[in-house]
């Protein structure tokens, strides 16, 4: 799969930068225990000081359990498979509880990126998960730029059981991926097909090729490719293979060797990009030639994800060609 | 229960207790309670449809505002500030209760109830806030857990999805039997961890601010006058006065006379003491020497006396001096002052509102040289004017042919006490303008232990011995929970001293009929028992916590600590009871039972809970039973896969057992999922099917 994280086992995970902090409401609460425990010292009523010792035994308490909470979780994400720039992608945060015992409450999960960016998360919120459980939450990101995108791992935090110290820590899972360009609507003058109105009509509609057989879905393929009976017979999901045919192509150019870093090449990739992904939907072909030297194309029903990624990738004043 | 139904469940207890802590004392008044509770009432019937209405929000601020200015009037008018300061905080309370459409209102009550906890340390010290901070100490982490998950719901899923907030505080599974049982578990660490900060903040207080002093119960017949039938009212008042620990005997039936004060002038109607300049009591190595330097052979007997409106001090007969240790205020010890008056009236003069304990120390055989001077014998002769003419002529006719003071002692004491003539009575005739001894002794011959004492006095002074009246308290009742005597204000009592034979001598004339008018032994006074005895152990352990009791607990715990690890040193009669096991064997067993009951009762609590909090499907136990029969056979359900599928896989087989698993789990997948009624013929049928196709 595209840009999933990799897998790691849970015991190589680091635990990094355990966070403590006062809530608000710890805040006040501390200070009223301050109040006190000066009244307690000045009176020198032990009633005064039993009060504070359960105030204070609260927050004791309250920061042991919070640790307890966050103890025993597993995260894992789930990227998906294609990430435009600029338009929303729904990633999934994956959260185990191996507690045998114990149910974590109120857990937040932030998908951390690399300091300074501002594609981090609002993070997703799991109110109970149970012992052995399993929940999985997603929550859309939106990147402002296409290219390679890092992510460095979660930061989890509780403010559980009694809302007055907020514990968390860092987990380290770092995944890389690549931002595919903003589709933009294609310009007329992007492509021009290499097959007549009739056999465009039939291939807009998806149908009309050969079945070669099934296999494995992989992500990236199109949901209308999944076979659902089958699927369902063998308890796994499975696409149709389709026999290459004459299947109509348009190309795609994109001037990246005389292009200079700004708008108008970014403007550029994204049309192509927009124009790329209607065609590969309406069941076309798709050739694409770079000035560079890039070239590349997909068969109607292949998968054009490669195609993208060198588009999201791709920089101005590319020397090399490459072809595939 | 869902989690918002529960939430306000837990917050209403919450918010109960704090108003019960308000109500302790007497600075609120019963009125003003009454009105709190009301509110407390009706703020349930307020809901969202009031919420919603910016004019109730409005009307709320509006009362709110309102009784803060009728406050301020009243103070202004010369109200005590104090309960009106607490009333104010009881109607925030209310007015909290009322508008409470979200987690802040309910943070805000969580708040005040902390603060209406606090306020009732100024208002009593009694068992009564015991009872109030242990239930703080269960309800706490319920309310505060809860209160922080409706927070979290309502930031995380109020703004973007009302939806699923609403779904989220409905939902039951969030906080079931199981948070419950173990939010209530909480409670055994946090009593564990506030003792241990109770214990291990260092008492230095600066006494900068002080309140809690508290005046101490009311206990006639020991200021400076008692009008003659003030006491026999109060013989089955069940209210302890003093706990008594003797040296030896404990457990047995023991009866104790405890000498409080004694008066010298009789008007007529009730005794006076003369005005006599008080006179400090010396001390010496710790030791209040009251008749003759302690020989350390004495027996004691620890005496705890409650906080009571006359500073005297109680002593056995025989006591020659008393050891009393110092009062710690602002972590530095202060001795004791004891001062003496004429009649051996013997008085504290720091009087702190708490519990004083001290040790006499009694010597019966001792060598006391006592006099009386002219001046006393005139003082302790003397008869008022009006004195009835019969009371003299009897007295004269009692002691006829009597040669000493002893006999004249004997024979008046005969006649009151043993002659058959009176009666123990708590109930006495107006006697109106007329001399009450004279009613007494001649036309109702009944009458409560102050007649007997009085009549005896005036008698025995009219027949010319000294004498005086004395009030202290005869009784106890052994305390096999906190393993002391009590003495109760139905124990006081009054008796007579007459100077025979050159000595101050104790003279009982009540008759013994006094005994049987005490209060009953039964269930009740069993528990009244146990709940002193628990007061008891409050009173010291938390109430009287202090310096000296911290230094010594934590050198206690050293040595405890130090003899687990078997590097101690001590005396083996130390290490004795030092001694882990020692402590144990030591230790209060109720104590140990109630912590055991308290873990019982969550642990049964919760497990209950949740039974109730699932729905138990009847076709369950027999779907259990397949499980097991199928994991026997090696055929069992892998985890995470539908047991249909399982069963497909057996049928494919043809496996023997396939038919009856399907059947038991269409069954139960209907009863679960479907909505399918079973009826136990089936299960039953089922079951035999099951159990025949294994074997």
């Known amino acids: 799969m595209l840009g999933r994280s990799k897998k790691k086992k849970p015991d190589e995970r680091r635990k990094l930068r355990p966070r403590f902090r006062l809530t608000g409401e710890g805040k006040v609460y501390v200070f009223v225990a301050l109040g006190v425990g000066l ?85 997703c919120f799991f109110l109970k998960v149970p012992p052995k459980g399993t929940q999985r939450v997603p929550y859309p990101r939106t990147f402002s730029s296409r290219g390679e995108q890092e ?48 056999d465009l009509r039939e291939h807009q509609q998806g149908l009309g090729h050969e079945v070669d057989g099934i296999r494995e879905y992989k992500p990236g393929d199109d949901a209308r490719a999944i076979h659902w009976r089958r699927s369902a017979r063998l308890d796994q999901i499975v696409v149709r293979k389709r026999k290459p045919d004459n299947a109509p192509t348009l190309s795609f150019e994109l001037d990246d060797q005389r292009a200079v870093p700004g708008e108008a090449f970014e403007h550029a990739v994204s049309t192509n990009t927009g124009g790329i992904v209607e065609a590969h939907r309406s069941g076309f072909g798709v050739r694409f030639e770079s000035s560079s030297g890039f070239r590349h194309e997909v068969r109607a029903g292949e998968r054009v994800d490669p195609l993208l990624r060198w588009l999201g990738l791709v920089e101005p004043g590319t020397k090399e060609g490459q072809t595939e | 229960m869902t989690l918002l139904r529960l939430h306000v469940l837990v917050s209403y207890l919450f918010a109960g207790l704090g108003l019960i802590g308000l109500s302790l004392g007497t600075e609120v008044s019963t009125g003003a309670m009454l009105l709190l509770a009301v509110g407390y009432v009706g703020s349930l019937f307020a809901g969202p449809k009031q919420w919603a209405s910016p004019r ?21 008018l010369g109200a005590s500030v104090l309960p009106l300061v607490l009333e104010f905080a009881g109607v925030l309370q209310i007015t909290r209760l009322i508008y409470r459409p979200s987690a802040r209102e309910y943070y805000h009550i969580l708040a005040l109830s902390i603060l209406h906890l606090i306020a009732a340390t100024v208002l009593t010290s009694g068992l009564d806030y015991a009872a109030v901070f242990f239930g703080f100490v269960l309800v706490t982490p319920w309310m505060l857990a809860m209160t922080h998950l409706r927070a979290e719901i309502e930031r995380h899923y109020g703004p973007s999805s009302p939806r699923t907030m609403q779904r989220m505080l409905q939902s039951k599974s969030v906080a079931g039997g199981k948070f419950l049982g173990g939010m209530a578990a909480l409670t055994l660490p946090l009593f564990v961890l506030s003792a241990a900060f109770f214990m291990l903040v260092p ?92 020989r350390f052979t004495e027996r004691r007997m620890q ?50 509102g708490m519990a004083f304990q001290y040790s006499a120390l009694i010597a019966p055989e001792a060598e006391l040289s006592e006099r009386l001077s002219a001046e006393q014998r005139e003082l302790y002769l003397q008869l008022p004017n009006g004195l009835s003419e019969r009371v003299i002529e009897q007295a004269r006719e009692l002691t006829r042919e009597s040669v000493s003071d002893a006999e004249r002692v004997r024979r008046i004491l005969d006649w009151l006490r043993n002659s058959g003539t009176f009666e123990y009575s708590l109930t006495m005739p107006d006697v109106g303008e007329r001399d009450p001894l004279d009613v007494f002794l001649f036309e109702a011959k009944s009458g409560h232990c102050e007649y007997f004492s009085s009549a005896f006095s005036v008698l025995a002074r009219a027949a010319g011995v000294p004498t005086r009246n004395v009030t202290g308290f005869l009784g106890g009742t052994y305390n096999r929970y906190g393993r002391y005597y009590t003495i109760t204000q139905g124990d006081a009592h009054s008796w007579a001293e007459a100077w025979v034979d050159g000595r101050w001598q104790t003279v009982d004339p009540t008759p013994p009929g006094r005994g049987e008018l005490g209060p009953s032994n039964n269930l009740l006074s ?58 144990l064997r030591s230790s209060n067993p109720f104590g140990f039972a109630g912590i055991l009951a308290l873990i019982a009762s969550f642990l049964v609590g919760g497990w209950l809970f949740s039974r109730r909090s699932r729905k138990r499907y009847r076709s369950e136990a027999l779907f259990r039973e397949l499980e097991r029969t199928l994991s026997k056979l090696g055929k069992e359900v892998p985890a995470g896969s539908p047991p249909m599928q399982q069963i497909r896989v057996l049928e494919k087989e043809d496996h023997p057992i396939a038919n009856v698993s399907r059947k038991i789990a269409t069954l139960y997948l209907g009863e679960r999922f479907g909505d399918l009624t079973v009826r136990p013929t089936e299960i039953r049928e089922l079951r035999r099917e099951l159990r025949r196709t294994r074997n």
């Open chain 2, 203 to 294: 008492r230095v207080g600066v006494g900068f601010l002080d309140f809690g002093r508290e005046s101490g119960q009311q206990v006639a017949g020991f200021g400076g006058n008692v009008e003659l039938g003030g006491f026999g009212t109060i013989r089955d008042n069940p209210e302890v006065v003093m706990r008594i620990v003797p040296a030896q005997n404990r457990g047995q039936n023991q009866t104790f006379r405890l000498r409080g004060t004694s008066f010298d002038l009789y008007d007529g109607r009730g005794w006076q003491r003369s005005n006599s300049e008080p006179e400090p009591v010396r001390a010496s190595l710790g030791t209040f020497i009251l008749r003759a330097p302690p």
């Open chain 2, 56 to 76: 109730f929000s409005r009307f709320v601020d509006v009362a709110l505002v309102a009784t803060l200015l009728l406050q301020v009037l009243r103070g202004l």
């Open chain 2, 526 to 583: 069993d528990f009244r028992a146990f709940i002193d005895a628990v007061r008891a152990r409050w009173q010291r352990d938390v109430v009287g916590f202090d310096l000296r009791h911290q230094t010594e607990g934590l050198r206690s715990l050293y040595r405890w600590f130090r003899q687990a690890r078997g590097t101690g040193t001590e005396s083996p009669d130390q290490s004795e009871n030092s001694s882990p096991s020692a402590w």
């Open chain 1, 39 to 123: 009244a307690a010292v000045n009176t020198g009523n032990n009633l005064l000081y039993l009060v504070l010792g359960l105030m204070l035994s609260a927050l004791l308490v309250s920061g042991t359990l919070s640790d307890l909470s966050l103890w025993g979780l597993r995260i894992r994400r789930v990227v998906p498979a294609q990430i435009f720039a600029a338009q929303p992608a729904q990633f999934e945060i994956e959260i185990r509880n191996t507690k045998r015992w114990f149910s974590s409450f109120s857990i937040e999960v932030e998908d951390v990126a690399p300091n300074g960016e501002q594609e981090s998360s609002g993070g």
């Open chain 2, 303 to 352: 005496i705890t006396l409650e906080p009571i409106s006359e500073p005297v001090l109680f002593l056995p007969e025989g006591t020659i001096g008393v050891e009393i240790p110092p009062r710690i205020s602002e972590a530095q010890p202060i001795e004791r002052r004891l001062s003496r008056r004429e009649g051996l009236d013997i008085r504290f003069d720091d009087a702190d």
């Open chain 1, 151 to 198: 992510l460095l791992g979660f930061q989890i935090r509780t403010r559980f059981p009694f809302g007055l110290i907020e514990k968390g820590r860092t987990l380290r899972d770092p995944a890389t991926f690549v931002k595919y360009p903003t589709p933009l609507p294609p310009e007329e003058s992007d492509g021009e097909p290499e097959a007549s109105a009739g």
